[in-house]
């Protein structure tokens, strides 16, 4: 499996990785939300390579927020799932369920 480092945060590069940890679990999202940060992750790569080609600050700066703009429209689509499917899932559990559920969705939202 190939992996990318962003300072401490290690992506990994396979869908099969989403399902091999323990408590982990598939949305029908989670293949379109991996393209899109691999493709995120290769537009990073090409701003890097600007700045090792020393291009002007204007355009470097133009592509950052590009993909800025990509990583976190990964990360609204990956939260809107969670919402509409794990959170909706504890309507009608027992009260331990939705007492974790709601805990889970506050946890979340401070990633809006």
């Given at each position: 499996m190939q992996s990318l480092t962003f300072g401490i945060l290690i992506v990994p590069h396979s869908a099969?990785?989403?399902?091999?940890?323990?408590?982990?679990?598939?949305?029908?999202?989670?293949?379109?939300?991996?393209?899109?940060?691999?493709?995120?992750?290769?537009?990073?790569?090409?701003?890097?390579?600007?700045?090792?080609?020393?291009?002007g600050c204007t355009e470097i700066a133009q592509q950052l927020h590009a993909v800025e703009k990509a990583i976190a429209n990964a990360k609204r689509v990956l939260i809107q799932d969670h919402i509409d499917h794990c959170l909706e899932d504890s309507f009608g559990a027992d009260e331990n369920v939705r007492a974790k559920s709601l805990d889970d969705f506050k946890t979340i939202t401070k990633y809006l």
């Open positions: 099969d990785s989403l399902t091999s940890a323990p408590g982990a679990h598939l949305h029908e999202s989670h293949p379109a939300i991996t393209k899109r940060l691999k493709r995120a992750a290769g537009h990073l790569d090409h701003v890097i390579e600007m700045i090792e080609a020393h291009k």
